[in-house]
């Protein structure tokens, strides 16, 4: 073959082969440009799998479907070209049938389609071998030295192209997984901005409730009849209702320090499932909730919500997208040393090849744009972190079973039950500090029921003018205030070194905000709004014995 034919034929094909970074178009231009400029009948590109212990056949010209089928497959170091991807070394041959290295299995395919001649190289890049090139003919002149050599060189482009595309699809998976992490990220600052607003939206929410749930438990007090403490009873349960959504969502909206307490886990799955009750609803989703006695857990009662939450989440999603409906069981069982969650659900359950990669980070089989691929992995992480076991398995009679244990809590120090505080053994005058003036009505009227007597001070200022004019044996005071707040005007009664500052007690409509906990760790009492009378006369025993 003219050096000059030689160059063209090397042209044709890396121009063929610069117009893409598709591993399937490279491979597909690759052999169409070299069979179209060589004449060549019969063209075979073979890569190695991702085994490392194979050559799949990845395109072909001219190959009958018997030889197809015997190249399909080609196990490294064994055959014509098994021995090539081996040895990274060229092997020609004249007739290729008496080759002892030829399969028995391909050697009645290669004489039924009349091949003589072959030439088989490897393809290679950075040093590796990524598989091989071979050409066959029916004529019996052999392969030239030139002929041999363009095959080479054709070859090294391949591999160059291979490489590229290889780092160009390499490439594109980083920053699919950037472009993931970039999402989540706006997701986390979206959901801290949801927290704030959920911590506001509390406030605003549990004060006109504080208001509903005291006079409805003031008018259940003197009802004429028990109709009518009936509907008023159904009024409070709603309220109490309302501001337990409310608290749900300040606990999953909100990222807080973690702190581990005396767990029920069973209440924890109540409130998740409550928290997706409207949706469940609108899917036809129905729960099964099996809850048997269990002991409790010693865990951060939101980060086991969080991780119960993915759990029945991800249920729920896979029966809707299955069947737009389904049945969700709920199980709680204590273990060995343990208490185990069981989340089944009714839907297509999880592939097999899915099984092991589950729990791995922005792993998921969602559509682009329903999952992060964290929701699974960030439960793990929690669990993993608690001393406990996550796991996942598809069940027998369909559907997908997830199995969550947490380590049992150790004994208690003292298994005495804890001291009911006295009453206080006069009536007391308390001071209420709001700025809302209807709940401070009502919390008046609370009190007077209880047999004490309330001024109300509208803001911090007053009640801080209040204070110097009266004497009181008990102050409320809000958390959050304008110009003044709760902190404020209880640090301002410290500065007086005032009495009162021991027997402060702190209303918040966020009894978990960072704030109030703060407040709870100096040893000061927090009532969280909307409270029952019972919760408000508790708590004026515990600041009266202060």
């Not at 020609?92 to 190289?121: N, W, Y």
């Not at 204590?334 to 989340?343: L, N, S, T, Y």
Request: charged share 20%.
């Amino acid at each position: 073959m003219e050096p000059s034919r030689h160059l063209e034929i090397l042209h044709t094909v890396a121009s063929a082969l610069s117009r893409s970074l598709d591993v399937e178009e490279v491979l597909r231009t690759a052999l169409a440009a070299l069979t179209h400029v060589t004449g060549h009948e019969i063209s075979s590109l073979h890569l190695v799998a991702a085994d490392g212990s194979t050559l799949q056949l990845r395109g072909d010209r001219g190959l009958s479907e018997r030889l197809r089928g015997v190249n399909r497959a080609l196990p490294i170091g064994e055959g014509l070209i098994g021995h090539v991807a081996a040895s990274g070394q060229t092997l020609t041959l004249t007739a290729v049938t008496e080759s002892p290295l030829l399969f028995a299995a391909a050697r009645d395919a290669v004489a039924a389609d009349g091949i003589r001649g072959f030439v088989c190289v490897p393809i290679r890049a950075q040093g590796r071998i990524l598989g091989t090139l071979s050409l066959g003919r029916q004529v019996p002149e052999p392969f030239t030295p030139a002929e041999v050599q363009l095959l080479e060189a054709t070859a090294d482009q391949i591999g160059v192209a291979l490489d590229n595309a290889r780092l160009y699809s390499e490439l594109r998976r980083q920053l699919e997984e950037l472009k993931r992490t970039q999402a989540q990220l706006i997701h986390a600052e979206k959901l801290a901005a949801v927290g704030e607003l959920a911590a506001g939206v509390a406030h605003e929410i549990n004060n006109p409730l504080t208001t509903i749930l005291g006079e409805v438990q003031l008018l259940a007090m003197s009802a004429p009849s028990e109709e009518v403490r009936d509907r008023l009873r159904v009024i409070a349960e709603e309220s109490a209702r309302a501001a337990g959504i409310v608290q749900n969502l300040l606990l999953f909206a909100r990222v807080y320090p973690p702190q581990r307490t005396l767990c029920v886990v069973a209440d924890q799955i109540k409130r998740v499932l409550g928290l997706k009750a409207y949706q469940f609803q609108l899917d036809n989703v129905r729960v099964v909730p099996d809850f048997a006695p269990a002991p409790p857990v010693w865990a951060d009662d939101n980060q086991v919500q969080q991780v119960l939450l993915n759990l029945v989440q991800n249920a729920h999603q896979a029966m809707r997208a299955a069947r737009g409906r389904g049945v969700l069981t709920v199980r709680v069982r204590p273990a060995e040393g343990a208490v185990r969650v069981e989340v089944l659900d009714d839907g297509p359950g999880i592939p097999p090849e899915h099984l092991p990669r589950i729990f791995d980070p922005f792993y998921t089989t969602k559509p682009p744009g329903e999952g992060s691929g964290l929701g699974l992995s960030v439960s793990y992480g929690i669990v993993s972190e608690h001393g406990g076991r996550l796991w996942a398995e598809n069940r027998p009679e369909g559907g997908a079973a997830f199995h969550l244990e947490l380590p049992i809590a150790g004994p208690a120090p003292s298994s005495a039950p804890p001291r009911e505080l006295p009453l206080p053994s006069r009536p007391l005058h308390v001071l209420l500090v709001e700025d809302e003036r209807r709940v401070a009505d009502v919390l008046a009227s609370l009190l007077k029921s209880l047999g004490h007597t309330a001024d109300v001070a509208i803001g911090g200022r007053d009640g801080l003018a209040r204070v110097g004019a009266g004497a009181y044996d008990v102050v409320f005071v809000d958390l959050k205030m304008p110009e003044m707040d709760g902190r404020e005007f209880w640090a301002a009664l410290e500065v007086r070194a005032a009495p009162l500052a021991r027997r402060t007690i702190f209303m918040t409509g966020n009894p978990r905000s960072p704030e109030a906990q703060a407040i709870e760790a100096e040893g000061a009492p927090v009532l969280g709004k909307p409270f029952t009378l019972k919760e408000l006369a508790a708590v004026v025993r515990t600041a009266a014995q202060r």
